[in-house]
């Protein structure tokens, strides 16, 4: 989970005037559990809708300068259980017919969107990580209502804390050892931003590899009969496998939304 190109921790939140603390705080546990429906039933009709993904990959070395880039650029109709993504540009030039088939066989962004609606995580953090996990944690703070871009919201402080349904992917992982915000709507619960980023190193596959670092932003906004939809997720990674280091930086964006049909 749209086309700035600053990394989320160059993107500081836009400030803007808290409730006034005379106005009671409103139920927090309210608040989360119609955000959780809310984002359910978003993704549930995100199936509904035809657009246009884009996937950009950038491999960091360790000052931080690209040492490797890839963006693909797709059309998604919707398609049985599914999305036919149709390949329409591959770094800036019109791809081969073996390549369009290759990543319409591939089916990436289907698998991601099913990860999404089975609220498992995935076991990938880079194709299957869902920031719906976020809205399952345990550790919440109401930090007051801000406006953002000329949307009232409650804004949500989270850190790290046992999750309420613990999964077993990389994803539940990495989510439980997360602090960041949220910003849900006032008007329709939708999950609007989010920030986090990971706040220990995670272990993985034996502690022969560890998740070092994380961060995350997401931005969605209204497409259409009262649905809300990313339009902008951004990741940055760090990680060690063995003695090799990796850093990486994907972006996803999603634009151009239009009903498929009934």
Known sequence: MLLGAGRPQDRPATPAPKVPASEAPPDLQQILAGAQRVQ??????WSGYRFSRRAEREDLDDSGEVDGREVLEFELTPSGDGFDEELVRLDGREPEPDERERHRRAASFTKHYHTLIEGAGGQEMES??????????????????ETRDGVDCYRLDFGPGETRAPGSGLAWKVASVMQGTLWITVAGYHLAWAEAETTRRVPIALSLAKVREV???????PV???????RRIEM?????????SIHRRNLYTYSDFSRAGP
């Open 40 to 45: 359910e039933s978003d993704v549930a009709a």
């Open 224 to 230: 259409g009969d009262g649905v809300w939809l990313p």
């Open 128 to 145: 299957g990580y869902s920031l719906s996990l976020l809205l399952h944690m345990s550790s919440y703070r109401y930090a007051g209502r």
């Open 215 to 221: 961060r995350v932003s997401m931005e969605s906004g």
């Open 236 to 244: 940055l990674t760090r990680a060690r496998v063995l003695i090799k």
